[in-house]
T-cell receptor
Framework: EDKVVQSPLSLVVHEGDTVTLNCSYE??????LLWYKQEKKAPTFLFML????IEKKSGRLSSILDKKELFSILNITATQTGDSAVYLC???????????FGAGTQVVVTP | IAGITQAPTSQILAAGRRMTLRCTQD?????MYWYRQDLGLGLRLIHY???????GKGEVPDGYSVSRANTDDFPLTLASAVPSQTSVYFC????????????FGAGSRLTVL
């Protein structure tokens, strides 16, 4: 059984659209949930969420965690072509940084 | 620029050959990790090291070994490469602040034929 499940697997949107990405996770040993953006090479960190209901925001990106329903969402508003990437969700199960990743959601933003 | 250096960037390797992927960091972080990334499977942890001199197995350790002789270097060795080890390999470090935020290197693309 997958411990971190992301949906959709991929989507194509037009510039200016809003995108909502989903991440559900297994509760066993859950410590925190992280979002990363991966363009061509290394994943880059976006958010880390540990508390339920508290929105993290950075520019047009925001994320929130629901620890009761065991999911997180990543929102991107007013999308731009530079938002085209694979977005990865990961859960941390201990304090030593070992992350379990979902398969990712590929987002393509067309002009 | 401070960060993580991985080498080689890309390599094609014959099955059965030995290969070492290099990872060097200059941030003096204690914790380091090796992940592999395959289409549809996301990133999977191969091995990790919480501090120099210690290593541990991740989710998919078979066929790989690591060593951590000092803080800066964390090489990953494939003793006898097989085609299923064709993948993109990422090295990562974690800040000693305690948060589970990893910083990743640019990756090494390995093709085993």
């Amino acid at each position: 059984e997958d411990k971190v499940v992301q949906s959709p697997l991929s989507l194509v949107v037009h510039e200016g659209d809003t995108v909502t990405l989903n991440c559900s996770y297994e509760v066993t040993n859950f410590r925190s949930l992280l979002w990363y953006k991966q363009e061509k090479k290394a994943p880059t960190f976006l958010f880390m969420l540990t508390s339920s209901g508290i929105e993290k925001k950075s520019g047009r990106l925001s994320s929130i965690l629901d620890k009761k329903e065991l999911f997180s969402i990543l929102n991107i508003t007013a999308t731009q072509t530079g938002d085209s990437a694979v977005y990865l969700c990961a859960r941390a199960t201990d304090s030593w940084g070992k992350l379990q990743f979902g398969a990712g959601t590929q987002v393509v933003v067309t002009p | 620029i401070a960060g993580i250096t991985q080498a080689p960037t890309s390599q094609i390797l014959a099955a059965g050959r030995r290969m070492t992927l290099r990872c060097t960091q200059d941030m003096r972080h204690n914790a380091m990790y090796w992940y592999r990334q395959d289409l549809g499977l996301g990133l999977r942890l191969i091995h990790y090291s919480n501090t120099a001199g210690t290593t541990g197995k991740g989710e998919v350790p078979d066929g790989y070994s690591v060593s951590r002789a000092n803080t800066d270097d964390f090489p990953l060795t494939l003793a006898s490469a097989v085609p299923s080890q064709t993948s993109v390999y990422f090295c990562a470090t974690r800040s000693d602040s305690g948060a589970n935020v990893l910083t990743f290197g640019a990756g090494s693309r390995l093709t085993v034929l």
